[in-house]
Every structure is written in structure tokens, then in C-alpha cells.
């Protein structure tokens, strides 16, 4: 089985610091990748996905992740952040069948602040 | 509409009663999700449906836990006498077809927060 491990469950930050979220991931045959964004009162969004190719995933609103193979991580990034970016950003992973069976991290609270 | 539509948007029942949650999916797209959202366990993996069917209904947690879709469009997820842990904020999500897999993203709605007291 599939699991996610966000171990930050809140991140404080300044605005226009830079931001790393860390998602770990544990599988035994290769999966995709996501990261979700959730501002207060919305519904669920993706910033970005890995489904194969370069390493280097940028998505959204100047977030960006990395594919880690070897330390099955999937960090996410920000190199300057907004008061805008205050969320709980999940990351979550799902198995190539064929459908979006993700399973998912408990999620990180990220909290801009001026 | 625009986007994937849940209704109510709240709802609060007394232990022992049935609900009905009800999504409308994105006109056109032909997967269906459920996922959970609870305090204890996270997001959570509910049910599928392509078309009418539901290929996979594993992470449904009880048999008071249903679900049907019809037309290919409207879903609806029923508990049967509800218990204080089925409070959730139950989630639908829509996306186009299969054959076009994973870039076609997730599109969620905003929930049901389920109450029971």
C-alpha cells in the first residue's frame, strides 16, 4: 500500500521568504505524484503534478516541486511567498490505474505573515 | 455551472438518522469521486464511478455507506443510520475522461460538512 508523510503540519513564514513544504512518499512499484492546494472556505485545487519526464515540476502561482527517486520525496517550493499563499497544501500520490485513487498526506498549513 | 457543485453545504443530523449528500459534477466529465475529510484520518478515498458504474468502492467505510449515479451526471452519497464518527466534510470531485488519465486534474467541489450529533 501507498502512504504519504507530510511531517511539517504547520509552516510560519514571512512574506517574500522562500518556502518548502516536504511530502515523502513510501510505495513499492512507481507512482504519480500531486500536490493540492485547499485556501479557507474553497474546495480542493492542483498546483502541480509528476507523471514522468524531467524532475523538476513547476506548477501554479510560482510553486515548483522535485521528484526525489532515491529519497521518495516530492518537496514542494516557493521562492517568494504572498500573504495570498496562506493554505493547507496536501500532497498525495496515486498508482498507474488508471484512475485517480490518490492517496493522501495530512496536510501542511502554510501561514504568511507580513 | 462552472465548477463541481455539492449540496447542502452543511448539514447536521442526529445520531441514528439517514443523509443524502449530493454532487453535480463539471458537464462533460464522466469520472466521479468521493473523498473524505475528517480530523482524524485525513483526506480518504470513498468511491469511483466512470459513467454510471463504480469500478471501485473499496474505501467505503460501512455497508451504511452508498452510492449511486445516474445519467451519467448527478451522484449522490447515502449513510444510513449515522454514527458521531461519520461527521466529515465529504468531498466530490470530477474529471473528464479516462483514456485521457492523468492530465485531466481532479476538479473539487467545496463539500458537505456533516455534522451528527
Known amino acids: 500500500a501507498q502512504s504519504v508523510t507530510q511531517l511539517d503540519s504547520q509552516v510560519p513564514v514571512f512574506e517574500e521568504a522562500p518556502v518548502e513544504l516536504r511530502c515523502n512518499y513510501s510505495?513499492?512499484?512507481?507512482?504519480?505524484l500531486f500536490w493540492y492546494v485547499q485556501y479557507p472556505n474553497q474546495g480542493l485545487q492542483l498546483l502541480l503534478k509528476?507523471?514522468?519526464?524531467?524532475?523538476l515540476v513547476k506548477g501554479i502561482n510560482g510553486f515548483e516541486a522535485e521528484f526525489n527517486k532515491s529519497q521518495t520525496s516530492f518537496h514542494l517550493r516557493k521562492p517568494s511567498v504572498h500573504i495570498s499563499d496562506t493554505a493547507e497544501y496536501f500532497c498525495a500520490v496515486t498508482l498507474n490505474t488508471g484512475f485517480q485513487k490518490l492517496v493522501f498526506g495530512t496536510g501542511t498549513r502554510l501561514l504568511v505573515s507580513p | 455551472g462552472a465548477g463541481v457543485s455539492q449540496s447542502p453545504s452543511n448539514k447536521v443530523t442526529e445520531k441514528g438518522k439517514d443523509v443524502e449528500l449530493r454532487c453535480d459534477p463539471i458537464?462533460?466529465?464522466?469520472?466521479l469521486y468521493w473523498y473524505r475529510q475528517s480530523l482524524g484520518q485525513g483526506l480518504e478515498f470513498l468511491i469511483y464511478f466512470q459513467g454510471n458504474s463504480a469500478p471501485d468502492k473499496s474505501g467505503l467505510p460501512s455497508d451504511r455507506f452508498s452510492a449511486e449515479r445516474t445519467g451519467g451526471s448527478v451522484s449522490t452519497l447515502t449513510i444510513q443510520r449515522t454514527q458521531q464518527e461519520d461527521s466529515a466534510v465529504y468531498l466530490c470531485?470530477?474529471?473528464?475522461?479516462?483514456?485521457?488519465?492523468?492530465?485531466?486534474?481532479?476538479?473539487f467541489g467545496n463539500g458537505t460538512r456533516l455534522t451528527v450529533t
Open positions: 510505495s513499492s512499484v512507481s507512482v504519480y
Open positions: 458537464s462533460g466529465h464522466t469520472a
Open positions: 509528476y507523471l514522468s519526464g524531467s524532475t
Open positions: 470531485a470530477s474529471s473528464l475522461e479516462l483514456s485521457r488519465g492523468y492530465n485531466s486534474p481532479l476538479h
